[in-house]
């Protein structure tokens, strides 16, 4: 209930920013939903929208399966921290944009070169916060699973696991955010389809109803999977707490 | 099946750099049916050697001998349960293979009926040290590894809890090594004592118990420790063997 009254009340001040501001440059609600229900009948959005989410979702699973990977490797063996500290540090640092011209430039303006793209600009977080994790299992639990002669799957699934999910939740919730940022711009610079190319568009011609329809839109899926999909996740990783935070 | 530890010597670097010795050469052998109890002050290195005996720390000198397919159940001083899987859950997942009848019989005995399905951070330190138990027993270890199973829990609870340690620890023959600061505690549980000394820790003395277990009375408990007392302050100024002694 709350959260419609919110809804509600940002609408209102939209609304009101329109009439003051003018339809050129800030379009009115009914105005971008018309737009919206044009693209929508046309099937536009649909396409363009499902391009960008299964882009997401390709590059988010490969960071997130490779970057778990890695970080936990760095965070229990010393070596493997040694060696790709560095890496990770140049990763960490280096800009989004640098990355997604270079992959257009070197594989070509491609499906692969986008995902790949999106995918290192999010890996490096994904390691860090694994590794995090990985650093502070509780060596009591490893010790008890030694003991009892737990074979190592599980001990993996019952000890390790559960003790990484808080951090897995949290480094899928950021790594989600950023991959929804970058994905518009990799298809802004080098797709043919997508939000983010179709926002490219309305920028060029100043489109302002269509620029908001697509963001809008866009932010409406990214609302819906986050509480459909992250939240329910966390609450679950975190079930066993007495007190959740 | 039979135990042999023999330690030579153990040693740990601070972080300063320098060395500290935490066991001094250490030799006892355990058989099955027996407990042994390692008697010592805190900080003496016990939990040290229970970690080289169960082998969890392979740095130091010497060798422990124990069969290979002997399976260990172990009570740590605090319970290191799972705390994202319930109490049933902790126990099946060390003792895969155990049995739906002997785990009702092991909740019985340990009076952990209803709490089966909680999670262990529901549970206060006397049924979380209950339900560790219940997990060690679950693996029918042949030889039992508890370490101040007893200590922080108040007079009553500590009795009751030692009682059914004393019941599962007679259902089967193994061997077991307890680890307490509580001479009472060793005299109604233990068949051989070791008495330790300060850090490094060497054995000071060895103590059998002629009286079986189960036939102690009170009056022999009480006729053992004084006997006890008085030997250890004749011979051994220095050992502080814990609360109990008068």
């Known amino acids: ?245 | 099946m039979r135990l042999e530890v023999e330690i030579t010597g153990k040693t740990f670097r601070s972080a300063a750099g320098g060395t500290h010795e935490v066991l001094a050469p250490v030799r006892f052998a355990l058989q099955s049916g027996e407990v042994g109890v390692l008697i010592g002050p805190s900080g003496c290195g016990k939990s040290t050697m229970l970690r080289i005996i169960l082998g969890l720390d392979r740095d130091f000198a010497g060798r422990i001998a124990r069969p290979p397919e002997a399976r260990i159940g172990m009570v740590f001083q605090e319970p290191r349960l799972l705390p994202w899987r319930s109490v049933e859950q902790n126990v099946r997942l060390a003792a895969p293979e155990v049995s739906d009848a002997k785990l009702s019989e092991l909740f019985r005995i340990l009076e952990l009926e209803a709490h089966r399905s909680h999670f262990p951070g529901e549970l206060s330190l006397g049924l979380a040290r209950r339900v560790a138990l219940a997990r060690a027993f679950a693996v029918e270890p042949d030889l039992l590894v508890l370490d101040e199973p007893l200590a922080s829990l108040d007079d009553a609870l500590a009795g009751r809890l030692r009682d059914e340690i004393a019941t599962l620890v007679a259902s089967r023959p193994m061997m077991t090594l307890l680890v307490t600061h509580s001479l009472d505690d060793a005299i109604r549980l233990g068949d051989r004592l070791f008495f330790l000394s300060p850090r490094p820790a060497r054995i000071v003395q060895e103590l059998p118990i002629a009286i079986p277990r189960a036939a102690r009375s009170e009056a022999e408990i009480a006729a053992i420790r004084t006997e006890l007392a008085r030997r250890i302050q004749a011979e051994q100024g220095d050992v502080h063997a814990g609360r109990d002694v008068p």
Request: proline content about 5%; hydrophobic content about 60%; aromatic content about 10%.
């Open chain 1, 1 to 245: 209930m709350l959260r419609l009254l919110s809804f509600a009340l940002f609408l209102a001040t939209w609304w009101t920013a329109a009439l003051f501001v003018g339809g050129a440059k800030l379009p009115s609600p009914p105005t971008v939903l018309q737009v919206m229900t044009a693209e929508a009948s046309s099937g536009a959005l649909f396409l363009h929208l499902g391009a960008t989410l299964a882009r997401v979702a390709l590059a988010f699973t490969l960071a997130m399966s490779l970057g778990s990977a890695i970080g936990y490797l760095m965070g229990r063996v010393k070596l493997a921290d040694r060696l790709g500290d560095p890496w990770l540090i140049l990763l960490l640092n280096l800009p989004a944009l640098v990355v997604i011209v270079l992959a257009y430039i070197w594989a070509g303006l491609t499906e692969a070169a986008a995902i790949a793209a999106i995918a290192i600009n999010k890996l490096p977080t994904a390691i860090v916060t694994l590794r995090e994790g990985a650093r502070a299992l509780d060596r009591s639990l490893d010790e008890m699973a030694s003991v009892f002669a737990m074979p190592r799957w599980r001990a993996f699934r019952h000890v390790v696991l559960p003790q990484l999910a808080p951090y897995i939740a949290a480094s899928a919730r950021s790594g989600l955010s950023l991959v929804w940022k970058i994905v518009l711009v990799a298809e802004l610079l080098g797709r043919p389809n997508g939000v983010g190319f179709e926002i490219g568009v309305a920028f060029q011609l100043f489109d302002t109803p269509r620029l908001l329809a697509y963001s809008l839109t866009f932010a409406a899926v990214v609302l819906v999977i986050e509480t459909l999909l992250v939240q329910p996740f966390e609450a679950r990783a975190n079930r066993w707490r007495p007190r959740a935070a």
